[in-house]
């Protein structure tokens, strides 16, 4: 008995889908959109929110190692004076920083044939 009524709810949807084509194409076709909309907003939303993260890391390591912010510099802030000479003792302490003359570089002649 119950194998009949599993048949005759079978047959209607066959009947169905033939008589409506609508929901036999229709009705999946707008719900794969639609569902694959949302989906796909629910991933762009994930994927700002990262960004929006590494972002305010950034800016938080800017702060931190200019003092600055989104603003502008931050009250009271000096700036260094850039010194190559102190610069290059520090990062490269073996380098020397000699004074030097410009030459000029003799061309070469040129001779025609």
């Not at 076709?29 to 909309?37: F, K, N, R, V, W």
């Not at 102190?86 to 073996?94: D, N």
């Amino acid at each position: 008995m119950a194998s009949s009524g599993n048949r005759s709810l079978s047959s209607n949807f066959k009947r169905l889908g033939r008589t409506n084509p609508f929901l036999k194409y229709g009705v999946p076709l707008i719900s794969l959109t639609i569902l694959g909309s949302l989906g796909l907003a629910h991933l762009q939303q994930g994927w700002k929110d990262v960004m929006s993260a590494r972002d305010d890391r950034e800016w938080r390591a800017i702060a931190v190692s200019r003092s600055i912010t989104r603003e502008g510099p931050v009250a009271g802030a000096e700036k260094k004076k850039l010194n190559l000479e102190e610069e290059l003792k520090v990062w490269m302490p073996k380098v020397e920083v000699k004074p030097f003359d410009y030459k000029p570089i003799p061309r070469p002649k040129h001779s025609e044939n």
